[in-house]
């Protein structure tokens, strides 16, 4: 007894290690760095919205197979059985007595639209449009989101390097404030000059926690966006952009908006959903069209009150088949078809607004993008030259101090002035690659780094 219950401890202690081992095992493949494009397909994975107008689109399928298949004659079965009574006077006794019968009958019946002011074509071709522009509907959706989610991880990118730079400010501060200590115990500098080197110390241990919140924040931000489960083991790549340097010209606005026309799914969209609105003043129209319709049919039934033939020899005598033709000649609908003609009129012309909208808001976006990029390429070159001037001063003013050259105030306007620059350069560098990428979006290629 003894034995069995050591065995079973041991096997659940093993139980418990490889399910350890399995958590750890999900945790390194769940936590591993996300690099851009891997962030953009998690979030268009989980994104409800995307996943919502996928399905929408699938309705939309299945509406048009519904209509293709319409063309199809309908046929259709029945089968009767029929119980009755009847209260019958006897021939032979004049009793009157309730006798019954039974009765089967059985048919099939089939009919199908030979003309109807070809209607069903149209609606199919409406219907495949309208599927298409769902599918690029979607399209724009997935777009969307990515560009979205390359915003997020740029500032994330952004953050991460802000907390680096605070790091290597509060360290250079560190040793500052350690080498005037020194000088305080030595008599070379007054007390107010520490303190003035122990406060810009506090006020950069400041700006580091601030920048810490900012990218925690930032991150938080980038996890929601994909529908990722919030981690504080969540890291991304942080790609080499040392490279980044403005364009040789300013991009025109005019050429990226004729190649977003040709590329754009919300532009195609537009276009497709012009098209259909035009086709429903057709579809209104045909209703004011004859219509021709086939019938066909064959029925037969059985009584119990036929005892001279069986059931089988009724079916087979009572075949009755049926064939008919139906016309249907519209002469007075109270104004509804003219009203419906109307409708489906200023709804085309709605929608044709709609698709100048979205192409005005296009232009507009990709004038606004040329424009991010023109005054953030302007930007990263001014303050590129204002962080090599700052760089400079703050070395010759650091070893100054250092000597004993200058004083505390001095050393520290210089350092001030430095932390701003770099601050500047940085966002800077990260505007452009955001206007870069971005304009690269609207001129249809993918994003990445």
Known sequence: MIQIMKRNKLLSMALVFLSALQCAAQNDST??????????EYALEHNIVVRQSDLNTDISLVTTNQLRTSRFPSVEASARQNFSWNDVQSATTGNWAYEGNASTSLGVNASMNLFNGLKTTKAIEQAEIDYKAGQFDTEAQRENIALQVLGAYTQV??????????KRQVELTRSQLNLAAERLSIGTIARADYLQVESQFATEELTLTTARNQLATNRITLMQLME?????????????????????????ASDVYARALEVKPEIKSAALKTKAAGMEIDLAKADALPSLSLDAGLSTNYTDNVQQLNFSSQLEHNLSPTL???LSVPIFSRGEIKSQVATARIRSEITKLDGQTTNNQLRKNIENACLDVTASSAEFQSAGQQY????????????????????????????????????????ARYNLIYSLKALDFYSGKSITF
């Open 31 to 40: 936590t591993s760095s996300f690099s851009l494009s891997r962030c953009i």
């Open 157 to 166: 990118l952004y953050s991460a390097e802000q907390v680096e730079n605070a």
């Open 228 to 252: 990722y489960p919030i981690n504080d083991n969540f890291t991304i790549v942080t790609p080499d952009m040392s490279s980044v340097q403005p364009p040789l010209a300013s991009p025109e």
């Open 324 to 326: 008919g033709l139906t």
């Open 388 to 427: 090599n001037a700052a760089n400079a001063s703050y070395e010759v003013a650091s070893e100054r101090f250092s000597n004993g050259l200058i004083n505390t105030v001095d050393f520290l306007v210089q350092k001030t002035s430095l932390i701003s620059a770099e601050s500047a350069r940085l966002q």
